[in-house]
């Protein structure tokens, strides 16, 4: 499977697949910029940056929410990772990270927080599905290091 998308990042600016061509891709859904733990989450990607770009690897951000709200969780949290606005969720739904969810006994639906890694050739090498916000990135990176 090819991830193919075409969303606007926190500063407004169209970016699609081809704009990460060459690089590995770590391409994670969150379901909301200042929640607790895709705040979490995002703060963990960042700090481990350096060690993602020293293996190639771009860390890329979505969620529904809109450039105004990512420009403002970026700001708020220093954090130093590509967000993207999938505001009509088709990404989010072509990658099935967007569906029924559970919680207090309710059921919804939502993104599902995942993680996808993708090769420099633009294809899906390893997913990771409903997991939790703390420590994530690092399993991540350490599954970056072990598939390369």
Not at 64 to 77: A, L, R, T, V, W
Request: hydrophobic share 30%.
């Amino acid at each position: 499977m090819r991830v193919r998308f075409e969303l606007p990042d926190k500063d407004g600016k169209i970016l699609t697949e081809d704009d990460f061509k060459g690089k590995w891709m770590v391409l994670y859904f969150y379901p909301k910029d200042n929640t607790p733990g895709c705040t979490t989450e995002a703060i963990e990607f960042t700090k481990l940056k350096s060690k993602f770009k020293k293996l190639d690897a771009e860390i890329v951000g979505v969620s529904p929410d809109s450039e105004k709200s990512h420009c403002n969780f970026h700001e708020k949290h220093n954090l130093g990772i590509t967000l993207l606005s999938d505001k009509d969720k088709k990404l989010s739904k072509y990658m099935r990270a967007f569906g029924k969810k559970k919680m207090y006994g309710k059921e919804f639906d939502g993104i599902i927080r995942s993680t996808f890694l993708i090769n420099p050739k633009g294809k899906i090498i390893h997913e990771w599905k409903n997991v939790r916000a703390s420590g994530h990135a690092e399993k991540v990176l350490e599954g970056l290091k072990e598939i390369q």
